[in-house]
């Protein structure tokens, strides 16, 4: 029981490791170019001693659905066993659902143009 709640915490958690992934790298370019990465000019892949980030960011975005259908189907199987009813499992729905929709947001919004520059 504690592996699988730890399973649906990290699968809650990812949201925010693909969205720190992106934002340092997006910093370690800054530092490794020296002022501000530009979208459609400078390439995240191809930025010396910040290209390897670049990678990392890079699987964690692929894995977001992976990951987002994993932890809908352990949230699940989380509530079965504990036999959570009522109110305490729209509480761990909407834990589970609230970063994912947090990193929607960010993304649609791209404070600083960071997710338009990763993808360009």
């Given at each position: 029981?504690?592996?699988?709640?730890?399973?649906?915490?990290?699968?809650?958690?990812?949201?925010?490791?693909?969205?720190?992934?992106?934002?340092?790298?997006?910093?370690?370019?800054?530092?490794?170019?020296?002022?501000?990465?530009?979208?459609?000019?400078?390439?995240?892949?191809?930025?010396?001693?910040?290209?390897?980030?670049?990678?990392?960011?890079?699987?964690?975005?692929?894995?977001?659905?992976?990951?987002?259908?994993?932890?809908?189907?352990l949230n699940w199987r989380y509530e079965k066993r504990a036999e959570l009813r009522g109110w305490a499992r729209v509480r761990?729905?909407?834990?589970?659902?609230?970063?994912?929709?947090?990193?929607?947001?960010?993304?649609?919004?791209?404070?600083?143009?960071?997710?338009?520059?990763?993808?360009?």
């Open positions: 029981m504690r592996v699988l709640r730890a399973l649906v915490m990290a699968a809650a958690g990812w949201p925010l490791l693909v969205l720190s992934a992106l934002y340092v790298n997006w910093l370690l370019s800054w530092w490794c170019l020296g002022f501000r990465p530009v979208a459609r000019v400078h390439d995240p892949k191809w930025i010396d001693g910040a290209n390897w980030m670049h990678w990392l960011a890079g699987w964690a975005v692929v894995a977001i659905p992976f990951v987002a259908f994993c932890g809908l189907v761990r729905q909407l834990g589970l659902a609230a970063p994912w929709l947090a990193m929607v947001l960010v993304a649609y919004y791209d404070p600083g143009q960071v997710v338009r520059w990763f993808f360009d």
